[in-house]
């Protein structure tokens, strides 16, 4: 489901800075090769993560999900000088292909690539996080909230992708048959309803949740 209209999810692509040449080339080769590749963030995301991270300038950015690694080269672009980016994928034939990228992109001595569970990776990262992206199994976004939170400085974000779930979301049907959605819908009410921080669910692509550590 798209949330805006055709057109002007076009105008808005054509008033955006473009992704750059590798990014275009990994947004193709996904496309190309890789299964479900309409997970990657694509260029309106792409390019708003990379805002966002250079709004914060993250000395310590982590990320739940790298699949084909577009996301994390583009919040990458934001590291503070001899920042780091850390990110974890389950899926161990994604290895060759995101190291290849992340070489080339240059990032080889700020990106740290991680291969197996984030719920077991997580707790042996440092303890010092700036900006989190939570893409990974949406059953898992709780858990995941729980395991980053206190390695957040104060100030820091957590930006959760799908929150809206293509719509699901709001689907009475959706939330009763589907594990998925309803883990989201927890999800987004868990951070509605979190004192320690403040929050905004930005309906772009297929939703946002932003929220900020106090
Ligand atoms: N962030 C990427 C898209 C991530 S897609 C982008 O925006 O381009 C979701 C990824 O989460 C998949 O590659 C999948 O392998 C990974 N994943 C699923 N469960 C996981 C787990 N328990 N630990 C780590 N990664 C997981
Ligand atoms: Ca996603």
Redesign the pocket.
């Known amino acids: 489901m798209e949330f805006i209209d055709e057109k002007l999810a076009a105008y808005a692509e054509n008033h955006t800075s473009p992704e750059s040449e590798l990014l275009a080339e990994l947004n193709r080769e996904?496309w190309a090769k890789v299964m479900?590749p309409r997970?990657?963030?694509?260029h309106i995301?792409?390019r708003l993560?990379s805002m966002f991270s250079k709004m914060i300038q993250p000395k310590a950015i982590l990320?739940?999900?790298?699949?084909?690694?577009?996301?994390?080269l583009?919040m990458a672009e934001g590291l503070a000088e001899g920042g780091m980016l850390y990110?974890?994928?389950?899926?161990e034939e994604?290895e060759d292909m995101v190291r290849r990228y992340i070489k080339e992109a240059g990032y080889e001595e700020n990106i740290q690539f991680h291969i197996?569970?984030?719920?077991e990776?997580i707790p042996s990262l440092p303890n010092h996080f700036d900006m989190v992206?939570i893409?990974?199994?949406k059953e898992?976004y709780a858990n995941y909230y729980d395991l980053v939170f206190d390695k957040l400085r104060p100030g820091a974000y957590i930006i959760a992708?799908n929150v809206l779930w293509s719509g699901k979301i709001i689907d009475e049907k959706e939330l009763a048959k589907d594990k998925e959605t309803r883990a989201l819908d927890a999800f987004n009410k868990k951070v509605q309803e979190d004192p320690r921080v403040e929050n905004i669910l930005i309906p772009v692509r297929d939703g946002l949740m932003v929220a900020r550590k106090k």
């Open positions: 996904t479900m997970m990657l963030s694509g995301q792409g993560l990320e739940i999900g790298t699949y084909t690694g577009y996301s994390a583009c990110t974890i994928d389950i899926n994604l197996g569970n984030a719920l990776i992206f893409d990974a199994d898992n992708d």
